[in-house]
Antibody, heavy 118, light 107 residues
Framework: EVQLVESGGGLVQPGGSLRLSCSAS????????MHWVRQAPGEGLEYVSA????????YYTDSVKGRFTISRDNSKNTLYLQMSSLRIEDTAVYYC???????????WGQGTLVTVSS | DIQMTQSPSSLSASVGDRVTITCRAS??????LNWYQQKPGKAPKLLIY???TLQGGVPSRFSGSGSGTDYTLTISSLQPEDFATYYC?????????FGQGTKVEIK
């Protein structure tokens, strides 16, 4: 059974850093592209970052470029999102998402809340 | 980036109603269009991928259609468990952008 379990969210001050983790089970990260999607309180879904199945290609939405880094540890089958220089507008629930081979988000984690506030 | 525009942003409907949600892309996305359902406090759930293919376990009252820039999600007979927010997403070009969502509420 495929499972994605996020951790690492919490309250952080503006300018601070957090590292989100997504532990995957039931499949191998290197087989599929993986993504982070966030949802600010009361808002819609925003596509944040992605890493290709071979780990060569990454993507970042403009608002997080230079501040967020997506990576993975194949030995732990875990995806990460390192977030630095956090801003109030980064406050959101962050979801770890697996892409299917038909380019759809077929499995989502439960989400982890990141709150940026002084 | 490809912009995805859903309409309406919200709607009120009764159990048993036929409901249609539209999604328009800012350029052709050649059927790389997915639909998700999200209930409050929960992660989104994939309903339909590549325009019209139902994800496993999704009831047959859900259907999708479309081509080019215009796509539709239809719920043939709305059930109590279908009251939720629905999002479309294009996966034709990175970034795989979402529509703004359509909230389906009880009339």
């Amino acid at each position: 059974e495929v499972q994605l379990v996020e951790s690492g969210g919490g309250l952080v001050q503006p300018g601070g850093s957090l590292r989100l983790s997504c532990s995957a089970s039931g499949f191998t990260l290197t087989t599929y592209s993986m993504h982070w999607v966030r949802q600010a309180p009361g808002e819609g879904l925003e596509y944040v970052s992605a890493i290709s199945n071979n780990g060569v290609s990454t993507y970042y939405t403009d608002s997080v470029k230079g501040r967020f880094t997506i990576s993975r540890d194949n030995s732990k089958n875990t995806l990460y999102l390192q977030m630095s220089s956090l801003r109030i507008e980064d406050t959101a629930v962050y979801y770890c998402v697996k892409s299917s081979l038909r380019a759809a988000f077929d499995y989502w984690g439960q989400g982890t809340l990141v709150t940026v506030s002084s | 980036d490809i912009q995805m525009t859903q309409s309406p942003s919200s709607l009120s409907a009764s159990v048993g109603d036929r409901v249609t949600i539209t999604c328009r892309a800012s350029q052709s996305i050649t059927t790389y269009l997915n639909w998700y359902q999200q209930k409050p406090g929960k992660a989104p759930k994939l309903l339909i991928y590549v325009t019209s293919t139902l994800q496993g376990g999704v009831p047959s009252r859900f259907s999708g259609s479309g081509s080019g820039t215009d796509y539709t999600l239809t719920i043939s007979s709305l059930q109590p468990e279908d009251f939720a927010t629905y999002y479309c997403q294009q996966t034709y070009i990175t970034p795989w952008t979402f529509g703004q969502g359509t909230k389906v509420e009880i009339k």
